[in-house]
């Protein structure tokens, strides 16, 4: 399903809610006759609607206006695969983690009226937020073509794929796919004293988005990278192929993002080889 389809199917919610409440006012018996208590349940349904317009319409349109983002540049990352840079004021001040996503529209002609979730693709630094994009849509392969200066609305930051939830100084880093991305800003993101092994899928070496970055952080924290090539049934990655890897798997946290089925895949390897579910921590990409 794409997105878009998604997304307008989630706005009927909505509606429906609006529909059921004219109704329940209307003809509920509760309320019909009792001017008391639909005066009541009116002013909690009002509540509600003030809460969703401050949290999903006001605090994104302050925040966007506030940090004033604009897209700084656009790099190739991979095969078709974008990283898009962008700057902005004031964004240390944004309560953002290495690991998390937010919903962001580029405010340009085809693609104002739709928000889409990125993951950030580094650890937020002064000025700069980064993002990494693989082309499997209209909007993501519309990326490509920003210009410098486009200004763009965001809604976030979500998730808590970040380096709080670890549970030790061990930690397993697993992405495939785009899912490499969140994994690369968790790493900037990660204390210093944590030991890391990060262990990358990818058809070719040049499918994994920002490898050579990796290679530079792992080696700065003295940890070790494995970057797994080929296809799935030569490079394994069951409870036998990761002990192997990481023989210590059952001491560490292990975060995993990627593809809906490798991630099922890993997290039962995981499982399999004595990590307990409470240290496996895992970002999906579906909907």
Not at 193 to 221: M, N, P, Q, W, Y
Request: aromatic share 10%.
């Amino acid at each position: 399903m794409k997105y878009e389809t998604w997304w307008a199917v989630h706005l009927y919610t909505y509606l429906g809610l609006g529909l059921s409440f004219a109704h329940q006012v209307d003809t509920g018996a509760p309320f019909v006759g009792h001017p008391l208590a639909t005066a009541w349940w009116t002013s909690l349904w009002v509540g509600a609607l003030i809460v969703v317009l401050a949290f999903r319409v006001g605090l994104p349109l302050w925040r966007s206006v506030r940090h004033d983002l604009r897209v700084a540049q656009v790099s190739p990352a991979g095969p078709n695969t974008w990283s898009v840079m962008l700057s902005g004021r004031h964004l240390e001040r944004l309560p953002t983690a290495g690991g998390q996503f937010m919903m962001w529209r580029f405010l340009r002609r085809e693609l104002w009226w739709q928000a889409h979730p990125y993951s950030l693709s580094a650890a937020p630094r002064t000025g700069h937020l980064r993002i990494t994009v693989k082309e499997l849509g209209d909007h993501s392969t519309a990326l490509s073509r920003l210009a410098p200066g486009t200004r763009v609305a965001f809604e976030g930051p979500y998730g808590v794929f970040t380096a709080d939830a670890r549970q030790s100084r061990n930690v397993l880093l697993v992405g495939a796919g785009v899912g490499t991305t969140p994994i690369r800003a968790l790493l900037d993101d990660l204390p210093g004293d944590t030991h890391v092994v990060v262990l990358l899928r990818g058809r070719h070496s040049e499918d994994i988005a920002h490898l050579d970055a990796f290679e530079r952080l792992v080696g700065k924290r003295h940890g070790l990278l494995h970057a797994l090539t080929g296809p799935r049934e030569a490079v394994p990655l069951d409870a036998p192929a990761l002990h192997t890897l990481v023989p210590d798997i059952a001491d560490r946290d292990v975060f995993i993002c990627g593809p809906d089925e490798f991630t099922r895949t890993v997290i039962a390897a995981a499982r399999d080889s004595g990590v307990p579910a409470r240290r496996i921590h895992h970002e999906d990409f579906a909907f």
